[in-house]
């Protein structure tokens, strides 16, 4: 039964079924969700937390690929542009971990079409969400409404994350779990508000040496008096004159005893260990410096972020995804764990430099569009060789790699000479065709220039050789492809080119570079 929580929620204000009010903690200050958010330090956990993954795109792909659905898939512009229509998916997407973070459960009413697509998603407070299950043992969710009795809804229609957990159903929540610290956090600043709107004096109490008796009615004047003209943070500093053997004393421990800018540092330390977040990113930077908050920032995207992340991830895919066999959903975090500029120059030129990346795959990590056909060709050094075949005079490895160069380029340039001239052809353009050659001439030099140097014997006439052979190749192609447009032999000539030319090309250019 399809239940829309999303529209009564909004028709009316709901309660929820309890405060979330636990034991008292031994601070002696209760701790429940509202108390817990204004706990500075655990208010910013939950807020880097949530607006960093918040910040993520999330998207539908397709499997063994990386390729997105993009407009093409509902559930893709639901997750990463909008999930209903009155939040986007950056607010959706912090709502869902806020109520992760602090009550460990976060729900979504799932909305359906007729054709069973989803169309919304609505999230729900987990405090009117209760797990439950009914006389078969069967798993549904009791969701409170505000006018009429609570649904009981299907698995199906409710979008349900977890966080650490027992039986993998209902989350612990982390206020229940830290009540004492942040109980000690709160009546820190409380104290803190105590003693500083109380102009910096302690506890204080006013003894009578001098025997002078006095009325209830005068103590409690004197009293009124004391207090009007001395606490508070505008009577701070002020002189008080007492007479008739009266003295004041102080009660309590200073603060600096009681250790209170310390004890107020340290729990900031412990809410950071209940989200595995580092200090520094609340401001705490006693223990951090230039050179290992790079460090502390991945840790932080690996610790805090990435496992938050997977959860949700892998949720959609068994909530969301109605084909999880050809898709999957993702969030791309690899900019969270980029270092400096000059970190990610050094890595991917090694990579460049073994042939493990190409040049569009180190732009895709940079978030930068792809050159073209050039962008996938991986390049290796032509000058590494073991030290007994540097010693023996045997550099056929080199030889070979420079070989592998050459047929690589002379099939990149076949490819994009081959693109061209189809175009051309089918116009039968010959003034476009001489056009185009002419240009792919000085192409085909400048490209093999740096290569030619390892089969050219004299580098004076490695030049030279390049454009003499360059020339009758340009030439004989040029007029091979316009006898076969007079003749009508396009296709066929096209089939061969594609077969063998590159081929061909790779072994006369060598052959005509190694001849003397």
Same mark, same amino acid.
Request: charged share 25%; glycine share 6%; with cysteine.
């Given at each position: ?12 204000t709901q309660q929820p079924r309890n ?82 973070? @602090? ?81 000690? @956090? ?24 001098? @025997? ?47 250790? #209170? ?37 991945i840790e932080f995207v690996t610790d ?159 030049? @030279? ?7 009758? #190749? ?43």
């Amino acid at each position: 039964m399809f239940f829309n929580v999303s529209a009564k929620r909004r028709a009316g204000t709901q309660q929820p079924r309890n405060n979330f009010i636990f034991s008292p903690a031994v601070s002696g200050v209760d701790v429940n969700d509202e108390s817990a958010f204004k706990y500075s330090a655990f208010f910013a956990c939950m807020r880097i937390i949530s607006e960093t993954i918040a910040y993520l795109p999330w998207r539908v792909i397709v499997q063994g690929t990386k390729t997105t659905l993009g407009t093409d898939s509902k559930l893709d512009d639901i997750i990463y542009r909008r999930p209903n229509s009155e939040i986007n998916s950056f607010i959706f997407k912090e709502i869902l971990l806020q109520h992760l973070l @602090g009550w460990g459960n976060a729900y979504c009413e799932i909305e359906r079409s007729r054709a069973g697509d989803i169309v919304n998603l609505w999230p729900i407070d987990p405090s009117l969400v209760n797990a439950d299950r009914d006389s078969n043992g069967r798993l549904y969710y009791d969701v409170m409404t505000q006018n009429g009795p609570n649904q009981a809804m299907n698995p199906k229609d409710i979008f349900a994350l977890c966080g650490p957990s027992r039986d993998g159903i209902v989350g612990y929540s982390v206020i229940q779990q830290a009540k004492e610290t942040i109980s000690m @956090g709160l009546a820190a600043e409380a104290f803190g508000a105590a003693f500083f709107g109380n102009g910096a004096i302690p506890y204080t109490i006013i003894t009578n040496d001098g @025997g002078a008796k006095l009325s209830p009615e005068g103590v409690k004047n004197m009293l009124n008096t004391f207090n009007r003209k001395n606490k508070g943070a505008k009577n701070a500093m002020k002189t008080e004159y007492l007479d008739a053997g009266l003295k004041i004393d102080t009660l309590g421990i200073p603060p600096q005893d009681a250790q #209170y800018l310390e004890s107020r540092a340290f729990q900031i330390k412990e809410i950071c260990r209940w989200f595995r977040v580092p200090p520094h990113k609340l401001a705490d930077l006693e223990r951090s410096t230039h050179t290992n908050i790079e460090a502390q920032n991945i840790e932080f995207v690996t610790d805090a972020v990435i496992p938050w992340v997977s959860r949700l991830e892998k949720q959609a895919d068994y909530s969301l995804v109605r084909y999880p066999d050809k898709f999957y959903t993702k969030m791309n975090v690899l900019g969270l764990l980029r270092g400096d500029s000059k970190a990610r120059s050094e890595y991917y030129h090694t990579l460049a430099n073994l042939g493990v990346l190409s040049i569009d795959e180190i732009r895709e990590k940079e978030d930068m569009d792809s050159i073209g056909d050039d962008g996938d060709l991986r390049l290796v050094p032509m000058n590494m060789t073991t030290p007994e075949r540097a010693k023996s005079g045997d550099l056929a490895p080199n030889k070979q790699a420079a070989t592998n160069i050459v047929k690589d380029t002379a099939a990149r340039f076949v490819k994009i000479e081959l693109a061209r001239l189809e175009k051309l052809s089918d116009k039968r353009d010959l003034q476009g065709i001489a056009n185009f050659y002419v240009g792919h001439a000085r192409s085909l030099v400048d490209g093999f220039a740096n290569v030619a140097s390892l089969f050219c014997a004299d580098n004076s006439k490695k030049d @030279g050789k390049l454009q003499e052979f360059f020339g009758r #190749y340009i030439e004989e192609s040029a007029a091979s492809l316009q006898k076969a447009i007079e003749s009508g032999g396009v296709e066929p000539l096209f089939c061969s080119w594609r077969a063998r030319k590159a081929e061909n090309l790779t072994r006369d250019l060598i052959g005509s570079l190694s001849n003397d």
